[in-house]
C-alpha cells in the first residue's frame, strides 16, 4: 500500500508541474490510421462461394480442423459468423435477383476482422494488446491480454471472438491480415492468394481505392456506387464492392466517424495531464478546509425542522 | 472523528438467514471452481456479440455504483465536516471496501486470464476508458483499506494479546498501531479527497466505456452525457444506500434504527435525485428518444421501469416529510432508488446492449447467477463478520455492552 | 487376402494389350492393389490424371507413347512469355467488327488443344491439377475469338491474339493494380461464360483433377500390415468413400462365378460374402 500511496504521489506531483508548465487545452481528436496501409477489396460480384479462402485461413493461421470439410457448400445453406476457430466465413445470401432462366443468383460475402483505419477494438483495449500497424494489420499480442473482452464490446463489426472453454489462457481470435506473411515473409494474406477469381484485391488503401472507383465508373451497371469501407467507422482497410445493396446483404449501416473518437475526445480532454482530478482534489481541499471546525455545531441542525 | 460511538455489536454470528447465506455462498464457489476447471464459456451463456453478461452488469457496474455510498458519506461528513452524519460514515465505508473488493473479485471471474489482472499497471493505453476505470479502482481500493485501518487499530489498540507471543512482540505490535494510529489521523485528509476524487472519476467513466459502442446500445441510454449520467446517479444512489444497508443491519442485529440520522440524510437525495432525474429527462427530450418509449419491446419495457419505478416514484415518494421520517416508507423508497440504479447499470451492460450485427439474445446461464449470488452473499458474510467483530455500527442506545 | 495370381495376371495383360487407352485405369488398379499390399507409391501417382512419367514406374508398356499434341501442349504450358503492358483501348463491339474486317477467325487458330496450366500460378500454389482446355471446340462453339482474346498488345507488331498469360501474369502488380493475374483470368473467363451460356462445368472437379495430397506421410502402416490394417488405415480419413461403397454394386454383387478358382458354382461369392477384408 506504501508503494501505491507514494506512486499515487508521485504521478499527482509529476501531473501537476506538467499542469502548471502545459496549461493546453485538450487538442482536437485526430485519426492515427497509417498513411501506407495496406488493405483488400472484395468483390462481391466475383466471389463465387468456393470456401477457398476459408481453407487458406485455416492453413496458413494454423488453425485447427474444420467440423466440416471446406469442399462441402451445403455450409453455405446456414448464416455463419467467425468464430474462435474460423477468422474469416462465406455466407450465402439470396437477393431476389433472377437470372434468365428464373434462378435466383446467389451473392456470396466474405467476411472477416475489417482492420479499421482507427479501430474501436484498439483504442477500447486496456493494455494495449490491439494495435493498428503501420501495414494496415490490427494486431493482437496476446501476452498483453488479460481477457476483458471490451475490444468485443467495442468492434462495431462483432468479429473478434473469444476462446471461452479455455479456463486459464484463453485468447481473443480473429483475422490477423496474415500480419506474419505479409509483414515479415512478403507473401500475400492467404485468402487473397488463393482465391480463385480475385475477388479479394490486395493492395495499398489508396491504390484500392482507385481500383474500386475505376471498377464502379467502368461498369455502372454491374455495381452499386458505394464501396462499403471507404468510410464506414471511418474507414476500413478491408473494403467491399456489391451488385447489391449492402444492407441486403447483411452488412451493418454504421456512422462515417471513427468510433473512438467520442470516447477518446472526452477521455482526453478531462484527464490530460490529469488536470481534472488535480483541480477537483484542490477544490476539495479548499472546501474541506474552510468547513474545518464548523460541523461541530450541526448537532441540532435536523433535529426537529423537518 | 472519534466523538461517536462504534462499537462491535458481539451478536450471535450463526443465525438461520446466515447459514442461508453461507449456503449460496458455497454453491457460488463451486461455480466458480467450474468455471477454472472448464473455461467461462462452461459456467456461462457468453459468446461473441455478448461478451459482457450478468457479471459485468451486477458484480462490476452495479458494485460501483453502489458502493457509492463510501464517498458520498465521506463528502459530507469529512469535507463538508457536517459530523453529526459521523454515525454512518463508518458502515458505508465498510460496505464500499467490501463492494469494491467484489468488484475485483468478480473482475477475477470475468476475465479469461484472471492471473493477467497486473497488467494493465505496465501496458498502458490512456485511450482505453477501461484502463482509467481499472486505474482508479486499483487506487481507491487501496484507499478504502486505508480509510478502513481506523477502526482495525481501535479495536486492537493497546489490547493486542497474540495467543502463545512473548509479551515483547504484543508490546511491539501494540506500539506500531499506535504509531499509525497518530500517523494516520494526520494525514487521513488525502486519502479522504483522494477516495472522492477517484470516485468521481471512475464512476463518471463506467459510463463512458459504453460510448465507444454506438451501434450497439440502445438510444433510450446511449447518449454522449452518460458519464455524466452515471456519475449522478452514482452521488443520488449513494445515501438511498446507506439507508437501505442500515435499515437492514440494524434490523438484523437489533440495533437502534438511526432514524435521526438517515431522515435528514435523505433530503440531500431529494435534491440528488431529482438533479439526475431532470438530466435523464432532458436528455431524452433533447435527443427526441421518447419515441422509443411505446416500443413494447423488452429494452423499452426495462427503460419504464428503470425511470417510473425505481426513478420517479421514489422522487415522489421522498419529497413528503412523513415518508422521510416514517422507517418503513423510508426504506421501501431507498429500496426503489437502489433497485433503479442496479438496474440502470444492467440495463446499459446487458438488456440495452443489441449487437445489431449478430442480434443474439442473451440471458443469464445458471452458473453466472450462482457465481455472482455467491459472490453477494460471501459479501454480507464477511460485512457481518466485520461488523460483530469491529467498531462499525454505532452502539445501541438501550442497551449497554460489558 | 490371397491374391489371385494367376487370374490378376491375366486380367492385366488382356487390359494392357488390347486397349492402350485404359492406361490410367490400370494404372490406378494397379496403384490400388500395391497400395492395398502395403507398397506405399509416391504421392502424385494417386492423381487419377497422372502425368505419363508417372505411369512408366508401373506400366512400362504405356509410357512409350504418348499423344503429341499432349507433349505440345506441356510444353507450351511450361513457356513464360513477357508482360504485355499496354493493350489497345478498344471496345468489345469494335473489337469483334475490325476482327471480321480483318478476315481473322476461327480458322486461324494455330492450336486446337491446351494445357491451362502455368509455372505463374505455381509460384503461389498447387492444390489442383491443370485444365484440358479444347481450344478448337471452344472457338467452333462461340464462333467469337473476342470473347476471350478481348484486347490485344497496343504494340503494331504484335500478334493479334496473344495467349492469356501475355497480359495476365501475377495478381496484384503494383503497377498495374488493375490487371487480374492468371488464375483469375482463368477462372473468371471460364466460369463467368458457363454460366451464362448454361452449358461447361462451374465447380472444381468439373475442370480439374485435384492434387491429392502426399500419402506417404499420411499413410501408418507397421512394416508388414494385415490386409485389414490397409483397410482400416484407408477408412480413417475416407469414411464417407468407405460408406459409399458399401451401397455400390461392386459390394453388393453376389453370384456364380465361373473364371474364379474354387469358387465356379458358389451362388453367394461376392465381395461382402467371401471376400476377407469385409469388417
Ligand atoms: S473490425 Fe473490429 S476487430 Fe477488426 S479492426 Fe475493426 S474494430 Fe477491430
Ligand atoms: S480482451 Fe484482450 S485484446 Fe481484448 S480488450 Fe481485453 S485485453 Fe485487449
Ligand atoms: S487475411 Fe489472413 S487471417 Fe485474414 S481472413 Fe485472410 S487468410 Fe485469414
Redesign the interface.
Known sequence: ?GI??RN?FKILSVAGAATATARTPARAWESQAPSEAYGCIVDLT?C?G?RKCEQACNEVNKLPPPDRSF?DLTVLDRKR????KTFTVVNRYYSGRIDE?DQLIPTFVKLQCMHCQDP?C????????LSKQENGAVNYDVS???????C???C???I???????????RVMKCTFCYERVANEGK?PGC???????AI????RD??L??AR??IKENPGRYVDHIYGEHEAGGTSWMYLSAQPFEKL?F?T??DHP??R???T???SL?SYLWS?IV??GM??G??WA??????R??D???GN? | MSHHHAAPTHSKFWTPGVVALAFVAAVGLVAIIARYIGGIGYVSNLSTARPWGLWIGVDVASGVALAAGGFTTAFLAHILGKHYYEPVVRPALLTAMLGYTFVVLGLLVDIGRSWAIWKPMIYWNFNSVLFEVAMCVMFYLNVLYIEFLPMVIERFKGRVRLPGAPDALNRAIDSLLALADKVLSKIMWVFIIAGVVLSCMHQSSLGALMLIAPTKLHPLWYTPILPLLFLTSAIAVGYPMVVFEATLATTSLKLDSEMKILTPLTRFTVFLLGIYLALKVGDMVIRKTYVYLLDGTSQTNAFLIEMVIGVLAPWLMLLSPKVRQSRRWLFIACTMVVGGVLLNRVNVFVVGYRPPVSETNYFPSIGEVAITAGLIAGLMLIYRFLVTHLPVLNKPEKEVIA | MIPKVPAWNRLRRRLTLTNLNSAVPLGLVFMALTVGMGIQLPARAMAAAAPPEAETAKAPEAAAWSAPDQVDAQKRAQEVVPFVAEVRDECKLCRQQRLRDEGLGVKDQSHSYLLLDSPIIKRTEDRYGPVRFMHSKHATITQDCALCHHFRPADESASETVRCSACHQDAFRQDHPERIGLKAAYHQQCIACHEEMAKGPVGCIGCHQKNAPDHKDLVQLPANPEPSQVTSECLRCHESAGKDMLSSAHWLWKGPSPFTLDHRKAVHHGKATTAVNNF
Do not use: N, W
Open positions: 500500500m501505491s500511496r499515487f466475383r463465387i468456393c469442399e459468423r467467425p468464430d474462435e432462366r474501436a484498439a483504442s477500447a483495449c486496456i493494455v494495449g494488446a498483453k491480454c488479460i481477457g476483458c473482452r471490451y468485443m464490446v467495442a462495431p463489426f462483432e473478434p471472438a473469444y476462446e471461452y472453454h479455455d479456463p486459464i489462457t484463453p500475400l487473397a492468394e488463393i482465391c480463385p477469381v480475385e484485391t490486395f493492395g495499398r491504390t484500392l482507385k481500383v475505376d471498377r447483411g451493418v454504421l456512422p468510433m473512438p467520442l470516447a477518446e472526452i477521455q482526453h484527464y482530478p477537483l482534489f476539495l481541499s472546501i474541506m468547513f474545518r471546525g464548523k460541523g461541530e450541526q448537532e441542525h435536523e433535529g423537518l
